[in-house]
Structures are given as C-alpha cells and as structure tokens.
C-alpha cells in the first residue's frame, strides 16, 4: 500500500533540489509517472555512470543545471515553476568529503536551504516545503536506542552538522515567517541510510559493493562493525511524498519527523556486505579498517514512532527484500537492460505491495 496517493501529485507544480542525484531520480521518475508538472534545480550528474541520464526522465521534466548557492539563479528557476511544493534535496552529502571541504560542504548544505527558503518566503503559491536532512543530525551518544526528534541536534562531522544547522535554518525560518495559519506548512525529515539500485557515489558502501563485483573483486570494508540504520531509496522517498501531501492538505501535520527502517534492518556495515555477497555469489568481503580514517559514528538509530503514529506509516521492504531488490537491479544494469523499466517495476512493486 502507497502511503501517498499518486493521484494527488497529477497536474501539482512541484520543484524538486538535488533532481540529478540518486534520491532525487527515484523522486522524479514517481512524479513523472504520476503527472505532476516537475522542474528540478541541480549541479549537472556528478557520477560516471549517472542515474539521471539512465532514467530517462530529462525530457518529462523541466531540469535547471544550477548551483544551489547562487539564490538569483535558483530565485529565477523558482519563479518560473511557480511551485505549490517544494522539496529540497540539494546537498553534498558526503561525510568524507566535508573533511576534505568543511566550507564548500556548509556553503552548499546551510547556505543553500537559507536560499530555498528565501524562495518559498517570496513566494505566494507554495502550500507545502519539505527539507529533507539525515539521521546524522543528531548529537551521536553512541548509545543503543534511536534518536527522537527533540533530541540535541548537533552532528559531529561537517556533513553531520551542516545538516544539523540546515534544521536549524528551517527552524527559525518557520517560527519567524510561516507561523500564520495561510503560510506553507514546513516539515523537515531526517532518513537513514539509504540504500537502492542506481547508486554511484563514492565512499558508500552499496555503490563499492557493485563495483567490486563489476571487477570481480573482493569488497573492501572499512568499518564492519558500525550500525547504521540501512533502507532502500523507495522508503524515505515515498515518505517524503506522504509528508508534502498530507501537510499540503492540511498543515497541522507539518513537523520534525525521523524516516527510520525497523528494529531488526538495524544491521552492521559487515552484514550489510555479507548479504550483497550472498544474493551476488563469487564474491566475498575483506575487512581492513584504516588508522587514519576521520571519525564516523559507530552506533546510529532512528526512533520513527512520530512517522508511525501520525499517518499509521511503516517501513515497507525489510533488509533482505531491499537486498534482493539492488541486486536485481544491478544486474538488469550490468547485462544491458532497460533501467527505466526496471525503476518502474520496483517502484510499482513498492507502492502496490
Ligand atoms: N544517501 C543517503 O544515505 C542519505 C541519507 C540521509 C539523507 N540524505 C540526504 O538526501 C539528499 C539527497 O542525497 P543523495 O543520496 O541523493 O545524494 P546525491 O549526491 O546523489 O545527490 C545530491 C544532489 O544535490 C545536488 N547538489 C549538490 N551540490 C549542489 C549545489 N551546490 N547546487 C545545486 N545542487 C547541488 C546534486 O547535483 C545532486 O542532484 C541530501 O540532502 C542528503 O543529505 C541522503
């Protein structure tokens, strides 16, 4: 069962941030398929190969290749679209990197949503805006219970904390300009690890499995005995659509909300590993963790109760499935069939299930 109804995205004007990354294609193609009138506002594909040109969606949308800093250059995309919703996903999201590039990661991460918000602001027809951060958000004690949404924020790492003060950002911005009851209702959510065919960053740890398994080669694991709480690509981004929905229909449901797997989808990197190995075959893991590596937190949960209670929402694909569903994929990749179609059918699959 869909948590949120396709139909309602039909003729809808929605502006998406972040359009060309992994999440964001999942994202467009479900809008695309149900009818809403879509411009995305991204950096160009980053990755070689890129989900975006495999999903064959450049064409069903309006996409502006703009930076997310740059608010005369986004202020003029917004305007354009004239969005009713809006969901921002633009981001550098990589922990790794933000130790290489603390200042271009808190420009982008922080900078950007002042910037989206500054264009909803200025706006007179924008009903509903998502912001979509991360389960890092939050002040990490290393402990075994997940994080609730009024727990500290205050990550640890830049990407962590750019994400945290992102929240912040919505916070003040909500308390100082969309309090009255005909302003656009402001929710942000903060998702787990998200895990799905068609992801090719680096420094994650799906996208070193296949491509390792490309080569033929060992997977390398860095840290196999970090938990963090995995979840296909389909979960977070469906949710997000139930959030922009439900608070667009009625904005008592706009909140802070976490978008977490179950308890037992908890696992650890190594398992995680383990698991692609098994539904793959030939292939194994190697651990060989590095002395020099900057910290990462060790234990993450998330406590999705609020999700759960106000929209009787539930995770829908359990690790294994997820599993089988990426090494599905891949392999349809690998073998030079259609991606389009397989994105299609594991999304239909996802949202009739
Ligand atoms: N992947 C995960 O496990 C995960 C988990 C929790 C939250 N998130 C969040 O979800 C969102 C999407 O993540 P993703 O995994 O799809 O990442 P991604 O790297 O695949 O996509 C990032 C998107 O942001 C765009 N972007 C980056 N810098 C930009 C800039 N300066 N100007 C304009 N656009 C810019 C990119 O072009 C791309 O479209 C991010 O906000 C990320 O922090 C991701």
Redesign the pocket.
Known sequence: MAFFDPEFYRGKKVFL????????TWMSRILIGAGAVLTGY??AP?TDPDLFSMADIEDKMTSVI????DLSSLKAAFDKADPEIVIH?????IVRDSYKDPVYTYD?NVM?TVNILECVRLSKNVKSFLN????KVYKNNEWEWGYREDEPLDGFDPYSNS?SCSELVTHSYKASFFSSEDAPAISTAR????IGGGDF?NDRIIPDCVRAARKGEDIIVRNPYSTRPYQHVLEPVCAYLMIAQRQYEDRKYASWYNVGPDDCDNVTTGDLVDMFCGKWGGIKRVDRSDPNAPHEASFLKLDSSRLKKTFGWAPTWHIDTTMSKIVEWNKVWFSGGSVPEIMDRQIKEFITR
């Open positions: 941030t972040g359009h060309t990354g992994f999440k964001g991204s950096l980053a703009g930076d997310i800093r996903m633009a981001a550098q999201p982008t950007g979509v951060t991360t389960d994400k998702a787990g690890n998200v960053a």
